[in-house]
């Protein structure tokens, strides 16, 4: 007989935060293989709904010190504000 293991507090967490970006991304994907305004609506609202659902299991870990993340030096996010201005510009 196998002795069931138990899962930390950490390795659920993860196993949540997992699960929520693949809904997220079966979300995104039915919104955009929709045509039907109604649904694509509702989906958008779920989508929202696990996005901050996400968000808030990253925000959790991250607060332990289980998903360390580090902020981006500001000449960095001034680049890369430009570089996506200028190409939103370029397709406009």
Not at 61 to 80: C, D, F, H, I, L
């Amino acid at each position: 007989m196998h002795q069931q293991r138990d899962f930390t507090e950490r390795e659920l967490m993860n196993d949540l935060l997992l699960s929520e970006k693949q809904v997220s991304s079966a979300y995104n994907t039915g919104i955009t293989e929709t045509s039907c305004t109604e649904l694509r609506k509702n989906l958008t609202t779920c989508l929202t709904g696990t996005q901050e659902m996400q968000y808030d299991v990253f925000d959790a870990m991250n607060k332990r010190g289980w998903y360390p993340t580090k902020q981006a030096p500001a000449p960095e996010v001034q680049a890369a504000k430009t570089k996506f201005k200028q190409e939103k510009n370029q397709i406009q």
